[in-house]
């Protein structure tokens, strides 16, 4: 687990749901309590608005939507780590704005 020590800062099905945090409510729809990172395809198939919008959100086994549907609107940056392979998100809304060995981050722009 990679966490950031910061008051501001919001992990999805990090302390939710099955512990006695939850979510605050400007974050509820964003958190998914059964959740877990984002996969390279999802991410690819869910980059574009229109074509996101177009997915039928898919509820897991506890009803819940996943937080990463509409990740271009509702999160600020995304943190790619690929350790080391040549693997990249396509950039469209994303702009480099650091790197490292194994990973970098964007920020996202919103249309």
């Given at each position: 687990?990679?966490?950031?020590?910061?008051r501001t800062v919001f992990l999805p099905y990090i302390l939710t749901g099955?512990?006695?945090?939850?979510?605050?409510?400007?974050n509820a729809a964003i958190s998914q309590p059964a959740g877990g990172p984002?996969?390279?395809?999802?991410?690819?198939?869910?980059?574009?608005?229109?074509?996101?919008?177009?997915?039928?959100?898919?509820?897991?086994?506890?009803?819940?939507?996943?937080?990463?549907?509409?990740?271009?609107?509702?999160?600020?940056?995304?943190?790619?780590?690929?350790?080391?392979?040549?693997?990249?998100?396509?950039?469209?809304?994303?702009?480099?704005?650091?790197?490292?060995s194994f990973f970098e981050i964007y920020k996202i722009a919103h249309a």
């Amino acid at each position: 687990m990679l966490a950031a020590i910061d008051r501001t800062v919001f992990l999805p099905y990090i302390l939710t749901g099955w512990i006695t945090a939850d979510a605050a409510p400007r974050n509820a729809a964003i958190s998914q309590p059964a959740g877990g990172p984002m996969t390279p395809a999802e991410l690819a198939q869910t980059a574009d608005r229109e074509t996101a919008n177009l997915l039928v959100a898919i509820p897991n086994m506890l009803g819940q939507i996943p937080y990463w549907r509409n990740w271009t609107q509702t999160f600020d940056y995304l943190l790619w780590m690929d350790f080391g392979n040549a693997r990249q998100p396509r950039r469209g809304r994303l702009q480099l704005v650091g790197s490292g060995s194994f990973f970098e981050i964007y920020k996202i722009a919103h249309a």
